[in-house]
């Protein structure tokens, strides 16, 4: 539906007088002399009425003399004053010259309209050149979008504050850059030292193929970064930039413990290599476990994501994930993708982007920066990863033959046996092997964790000290 106003015809009115009797010669016309009301004319939509000359008959005048322009008193009597539709004389015509000085700043005042800045100059140019009416027109160069502040809060503030402290990265395998999301990707100052938070996908292939890797700022400027470490479980890698700047501002890290479903969020990255990109939305659910991985053949990652649906695409990957405040809450990561299910295909955004939990990272990070590998808090017990709905079965046997689960681990020492269905952890429910993986490692080494459990078609529940492994090996 339009939401221009569209105009009334308003029909003369067939009674209006005639134009009185000419009156004696006098100089000037009588101040109680009548004049019959106007007709308003049909206005074009999008317009409101103006107010036109009455269409009653008026006395015939003598021909103006030889010479005299359209208008300029040619004898008597003159014709009578418009009057508007809503009664009110017109007040009597301006000279000339200050018809044209006003006509002159209404078209640079509508021009203030659609050009903007410039407006502002040359309305105060024509006032400077006009009459006291025309001075009152001036538009302050003060009241330009330039010079609005933006709140504490608004997307606009938290984003300007953020991006100084964004990277878009670029990874390099033998030379060649890589294709597609191992190419471009994002990351965040993490530390004054220089470090960088990002994906484990997005660095994967210079790491392993002995390419460069650099890093670019919201200036500009760029950075060579080497790894320091990498978690491909986690999906998580930190790197450290080789020349690190001064006065590096490392994004607040927030808790994403405490995030709730409606929340809002903001996203900073580089999709298809746009860097500096903010995209908004919600947390659209929590606890959504999401096995991803980079379309290389390598080992998935698994998560219990944070599920938003603001704007994430490849080149996304490894970037923050802000609440309303401009705190990091996750690092985005996967997205679904219509064609391919989770991963990072080329498709774009759906609305269903996954970001790790930032708590969950933090630790990886901190990991990283100590050792250089990550640690995994384990069970000791190998579960079915295709299986789902039905819980997490543990395996009859483990990989290459092993047992399935390990000899005085975990989950040996909590009772379990091979064929047993892990239906809980914790407080979550478990419908499958990567929920539970993704469910194990929100947690550290040494966490008890109560497990519910099916053998025989009878529930029953332990309790499950975590072990730990080093490295993804």
């Known amino acids: 539906m339009s939401t221009e106003n569209e105009g009334t015809s308003v029909p003369a009115d067939p009674s209006a007088p005639s134009a009185p009797p000419a009156p004696p010669t006098l100089p000037v016309p009588p101040a109680s002399s009548a004049s019959e009301p106007a007709a308003v ?100 160069s003060g009241d330009s979008p330039a010079a609005f502040k933006r709140e504490p809060g608004t997307v606009a503030a938290v984003a300007n504050k953020a991006l100084p402290s964004v990277v878009t990265i670029q990874a390099k395998s033998g030379g060649v850059e890589s294709e597609g999301e191992g190419g471009t990707g994002t990351g965040f100052v ?23 890797l650099s890093a670019t700022f919201s200036d500009g400027k760029t950075y060579d970064a080497e790894v320091v470490g990498r978690a491909e ?50 947390i659209s659910a929590k606890n959504r476990p999401v096995a991803s991985g980079d379309g290389s ?10 599920q938003t649906d603001a704007s994430i695409n490849p080149g996304n990957s490894g970037g923050p994930l802000l609440d309303a405040g401009g705190a990091v809450i996750g690092i985005n990561s996967a997205i679904q993708s219509t064609g391919s299910g989770f991963g990072q295909s ?63 681990g975990p989950a040996a020492k909590a009772g379990l046996k091979a064929g047993d269905v892990i239906t809980g952890f914790g407080d979550r429910q478990i419908d499958s092997g990567p929920t539970l993986i993704s469910e194990i490692w929100t947690h550290q080494p040494g966490d008890q964790v109560k497990i519910t459990y099916e053998r025989d078609g009878k529930t029953a529940t332990t309790t499950v000290t975590l072990g730990e492994r080093t490295g993804d090996n």
């Open 41 to 140: 004319p049909e206005a074009a939509p999008g317009y409101s009425p103006r107010p036109e000359p009455a269409t009653a008959p008026l006395p015939v005048t003598p021909p103006a003399a030889a010479g005299s322009a359209p208008g300029a008193a040619g004898g008597w009597p003159p014709p009578p004053p418009a009057v508007p539709a809503w009664g009110a004389p017109v007040p009597p015509a301006p000279e000339a010259p200050r018809r044209r000085a006003g006509g002159l700043v209404a078209a640079v005042l509508a021009a203030a309209l659609v050009a903007g800045g410039v407006g502002g100059g040359i309305g105060y140019w024509a006032a400077e050149r006009g009459d006291e009416v025309t001075r009152s027109t001036t538009v302050s």
């Open 297 to 306: 053949g390598g080992k998935n990652s698994y998560m219990s994501a944070l």
């Open 190 to 212: 993490y530390d004054e030292e220089g470090h960088i938070v990002t994906n484990n996908h997005v660095v994967a292939s210079a790491a392993e193929g002995g390419g460069a």
């Open 346 to 408: 080329q498709a774009g955004s759906i609305g269903l982007g996954f970001a790790i939990p930032v708590n969950q990272a933090k630790n990886v990070a901190e990991q990283l920066i100590k050792t250089g590998k990550p640690v995994y808090p384990v069970i000791g017990a190998t579960v079915n990863m295709t299986d789902k709905g039905e819980g997490a079965t543990i395996a009859e046997e483990g990989a290459g033959g092993t047992p399935a689960i390990t000899p005085d």
């Open 233 to 282: 479980g986690y999906d998580v890698a930190v790197l450290k930039l080789k020349k690190a700047p001064e006065g590096l501002t490392p994004l607040p890290l927030g808790d994403s413990d405490k995030v709730a479903v409606g929340d809002s969020t903001i996203a900073i990255g580089a999709p298809f290599g746009l860097s500096n990109t903010v995209t908004t939305g919600i």
